[in-house]
T-cell receptor
Framework: IAGITQAPTSQILAAGRRMTLRCTQDMRHNAMYWYRQDLGLGLRLIHYSNTAGTTGKGEVPDGYSVSRANTDDFPLTLASAVPSQTSVYFC?????????????FGPGTRLTVT | AQKVTQAQTEISVVEKEDVTLDCVYETRDTTYYLFWYKQPPSGELVFLIR??????QNEISGRYSWNFQKSTSSFNFTITASQVVDSAVYFCALSEPHSSASKIIFGSGTRLSIRP
C-alpha cells in the first residue's frame, strides 16, 4: 500500500506557466486536502474535498484550482504561476469528512517559480 | 477565531534530556480536536495524536506524553529521554468540525534538535 503519492517530487517553473500537481491515494479516504508549507508559517490549507465531486476553498485558495472527479485523485492546478507560489505543497487525506479525523500526508512537491 | 501558537521556534537539547513542546490554542467552539504531527528531516508529515475537547485525560505512548488542559487552552507535548531520531519539526493543530469551512489550523511549528 503506497498511501498517498505526489508528482512531481520537485519542479522549477517559469512565471506565467500553467502547472498541475498530482495527488493519488489508495486508502479509499473520503476527504482530501492541499496545503502549502512556507518557512515560519506552518501549513496553510489551499483547497479541500470532503468527497468525490465536491471541493471547497481553504485559507489561501487564490491562484489555485482543484477537481475531484473520483475518490483517489485530487490534482492541484496553478493556472498562471507567480513567484509567491514558490513553496512545498502537501496533499493529505482523511478517512472521514470533516477535520475531526487525522490526516495522512503525501511526501510533498517542492515547487520553485522563477 | 481559531489560532494555534507554538511560541518555541527552536529547541535544542542533549540526548536523554526530557523536553516539552508548548502549544496554546484559541477557539470559540466547545467541540474541537487537537493534533500533533511530526515532520522529520525527510520531509513527510506523520500523525502522532488526536485529542477531542471532551477528553482531558493525559496520554502516554512510550516516551511521548501529552498534557491537555482546557483551563489554559494548552496541549503540550513531552518527550522523555530524548533521542537523536526525535529531531524534527513538530506541529500542533486545531480543528473545529462544526465550522463552516472544513479546515485544520496548524501552528508554525517547533524545530527540535537532539544533540548526541
Amino acid at each position: 500500500i503506497a498511501g498517498i503519492t505526489q508528482a512531481p517530487t520537485s519542479q522549477i517553473l517559469a512565471a506565467g506557466r500553467r502547472m498541475t500537481l498530482r495527488c493519488t491515494q489508495d486508502m479509499r479516504h473520503n476527504a482530501m486536502y492541499w496545503y502549502r508549507q512556507d518557512l515560519g508559517l506552518g501549513l496553510r490549507l489551499i483547497h479541500y474535498s470532503n468527497t468525490a465531486g465536491t471541493t471547497g476553498k481553504g485559507e489561501v485558495p487564490d491562484g489555485y484550482s482543484v477537481s475531484r472527479a473520483n475518490t483517489d485523485d485530487f490534482p492541484l492546478t496553478l493556472a498562471s504561476a507567480v513567484p509567491s507560489q514558490t513553496s512545498v505543497y502537501f496533499c493529505a487525506s482523511s478517512q472521514g469528512q470533516g477535520t475531526s479525523f487525522e490526516q495522512y500526508f503525501g511526501p510533498g512537491t517542492r515547487l520553485t517559480v522563477t | 477565531a481559531q489560532k494555534v501558537t507554538q511560541a518555541q521556534t527552536e529547541i535544542s537539547v542533549v540526548e536523554k534530556e526530557d523536553v516539552t513542546l508548548d502549544c496554546v490554542y484559541e477557539t470559540r467552539d466547545t467541540t474541537y480536536y487537537l493534533f500533533w504531527y511530526k515532520q522529520p528531516p525527510s520531509g513527510e508529515l506523520v500523525f502522532l495524536i488526536r485529542r477531542n475537547s471532551f477528553d482531558e485525560q493525559n496520554e502516554i505512548s512510550g516516551r511521548y506524553s501529552w498534557n491537555f488542559q482546557k483551563s489554559t487552552s494548552s496541549f503540550n507535548f513531552t518527550i522523555t529521554a530524548s533521542q537523536v531520531v526525535d529531531s524534527a519539526v513538530y506541529f500542533c493543530a486545531l480543528s473545529e468540525p462544526h465550522s463552516s469551512a472544513s479546515k485544520i489550523i496548524f501552528g508554525s511549528g517547533t524545530r527540535l534538535s537532539i544533540r548526541p
